[in-house]
């Protein structure tokens, strides 16, 4: 079965500042995605950023980036210039790839809570 | 906007009754919805998966006769705590999964309170 692991708890970083989120995963699969949600206190799940497993290239969107190492299996998120609205739980997730089974399901990591400080 | 929209955003029932919760995609058809259960400071856990047109497919641990889950249609999924209890209560969110590059996108998300 598929296992996602983010180990910090909570992280800090100063407003304009560069901070990164860990995240590791376990799978036998070699087709599958992997996804940032973001989580702020409305609770509402937000889409930061989608990584196909098949593409090396690391996926970015504006101030958010991955360092996708497939080997390894590590998917961190890298924040650049931090914002005040940049506050929220991070959820690291994995699907895999086929579509269907009973396994075709989002798995996410315990989740990250990220204070930006002003 | 919103690619999936869900509803109630709050629901307040009384011990003993049955709430529904809708989940609908917006401009696009769901094959796969999943139905989650978060608790408060934790990660969001999968209570079933939803095919349309066929049974739904539980986790381990979901009673399947307490929560129904029913994906009549390419677009709505909807789930039915029967018989709730204020163990019940929680926030509760959907997603649907959208055919192109399996992204997966979430409702608003619901928030139950049985009393």
Redesign the interface.
């Known amino acids: 079965a598929q296992t996602v692991t983010q180990s910090q708890p909570e992280m800090s970083v100063q407003e304009a500042e560069t901070v990164t989120l860990s995240c590791t995963y376990d799978t036998s699969e070699s087709d599958y995605y992997l996804f940032w949600y973001k989580q702020p206190p409305s609770r509402q799940m937000i889409l930061v950023i989608r990584q196909e497993a098949y593409k090396q290239q690391n996926a970015t969107e504006n101030r958010f980036s991955v360092n996708f190492q497939k080997a390894a299996k590590s998917f961190s998120l890298k924040i650049s210039d931090s914002q005040l609205g940049d506050a929220a739980m991070y959820f690291c997730a994995y699907i895999k790839g086929r579509r269907g089974g009973s396994n075709y399901k989002l798995t996410f990591g315990k989740g990250t809570l990220l204070t930006v400080n002003p | 906007g919103a690619v999936v929209s869900q509803h109630p955003s709050w629901v307040i029932c009384k011990s003993g009754t049955s709430v529904k919760i809708e989940c609908r995609s917006l401009d696009f058809q769901a094959?796969?919805m999943?139905w989650y259960r978060?608790f408060p400071k934790?990660?969001?856990m999968?209570m079933a998966?939803s095919n349309e047109g066929s049974k739904a497919?539980y986790e381990q641990g979901v009673e399947k006769d307490k929560f129904l889950i029913n994906h009549a249609s390419l677009t709505l999924s909807t789930l039915t705590v029967t018989s709730a209890h204020p163990e019940d209560s929680s926030?509760y969110?959907c997603?649907a999964?959208f055919v192109s590059?399996?992204?997966?996108?979430?409702g608003?998300?619901s928030w139950l309170t049985v009393v």
Request: without cysteine.
């Open positions: 094959t796969t999943f978060q934790q990660s969001l999968l998966t497919t926030f969110i997603s999964a590059g399996n992204t997966i996108y979430f608003e998300g």
